[in-house]
C-alpha cells in the first residue's frame, strides 16, 4: 500500500496523559499537514512541513502540541495534558507540488477520545 | 476572511442525479476540490477542478465552476447506494493552505 498511513488508527486516553500519534506520508511527497477533524466539520489546520522545516502553525496549535518531521519522512504529533476538548480526529496528509498543482492525499486518520 | 459554505444534507434515490453546492470566498483560490469521507475513514480525492476551467467531468461525476459567483457543484450521475458518504468541497487559497466546508452528507435510498 503507498498511500497515507497513520498510526494508531485509535486512541482513547485519560485527561491529562501525553499522546504521540505517527505519520507515514506517501514516499516521494515533501509536504506533510496535519488537520484536526471534529464531529460535524471539515477538516481544520494544525501545521505543515516542507521536507523537515515546520514551516506553519495555526493558532488552533497551542502550547501543549507539537509536531516534528525529523527526516523529512514521518512526523509525529504529541499532545501533552490532554484535555477533554483535544477528542477529534487527527488527519495527517501528504503532497509532492508539480506544475502549480498540488493536491493533498489523506490518511485514515486517528481517532482520539480524551475521558 | 476565508470560508467554504456547503448544504448540510442531501437526500436523493437510487439512480437519480445527486448536485452538491458550495460556495467560496477567495477570489485567489487556484484549485477547488472535492474530497468523500466514508464512516470513520480519512478524505479520498474525488476530483479537482482548477480555477481557469468552467467544467471537468469525470465518469459519473461532473465539476461545475462559476468563478464569477465563486460556486462550485458536484453531480453525481446514477447516484448509487455506495456514494453515500460526505462530501466536502476545499479550496486551494496558495501556498499550504487549504480550506474544507463543514461536509454536505448524502443519504442515498434504494
Known amino acids: 500500500d503507498t498511500g497515507v498511513s497513520q498510526d494508531p488508527r485509535h486512541k482513547i486516553t485519560k485527561r491529562g496523559q501525553n499522546v504521540t500519534f505517527r505519520c507515514d506520508p506517501i514516499?516521494?511527497?515533501?509536504?506533510l499537514y496535519w488537520y484536526r477533524q471534529t464531529l460535524g466539520q471539515g477538516p481544520e489546520f494544525l501545521t505543515y512541513?516542507?521536507?523537515?522545516?515546520?514551516?506553519?502553525k495555526s493558532r488552533l496549535l497551542s502550547d501543549r502540541f507539537s509536531a516534528e518531521r525529523p527526516k523529512g519522512s514521518f512526523s509525529t504529533l504529541e499532545i501533552q495534558r490532554t484535555e477533554q476538548g483535544d477528542s477529534a480526529m487527527y488527519l495527517c496528509?501528504?503532497?509532492?507540488?508539480?506544475?502549480?498543482?498540488?493536491?493533498?492525499?489523506f490518511g485514515p486518520g486517528t481517532r482520539l477520545l480524551v475521558l | 476572511g476565508e470560508d467554504v459554505e456547503q448544504s448540510l444534507f442531501l437526500s436523493v434515490r437510487e439512480g437519480d442525479s445527486s448536485v452538491i453546492n458550495c460556495t467560496y470566498t477567495d477570489s485567489s483560490s487556484t484549485y477547488l476540490y472535492w474530497y468523500k469521507q466514508e464512516p470513520g475513514a480519512g478524505l479520498q480525492l474525488l476530483t479537482y477542478?482548477?480555477?481557469?476551467?468552467d467544467m471537468k467531468q469525470d465518469q459519473r461525476l461532473t465539476v461545475l465552476l462559476n468563478k464569477k459567483d465563486k460556486h462550485l457543484s458536484l453531480r453525481i450521475a446514477d447516484t448509487q447506494t455506495g456514494d453515500s458518504a460526505i462530501y466536502f468541497c476545499a479550496e486551494d487559497t496558495g501556498g499550504f493552505k487549504t480550506i474544507f466546508g463543514a461536509g454536505t452528507r448524502l443519504f442515498v435510498k434504494a
Open positions: 514516499s516521494e511527497h515533501n509536504r
Open positions: 512541513f516542507q521536507n523537515e522545516a515546520q514551516l506553519e
Open positions: 477542478i482548477f480555477s481557469n476551467m
Open positions: 496528509a501528504s503532497s509532492r507540488p508539480a506544475g502549480g498543482e498540488e493536491t493533498q492525499y
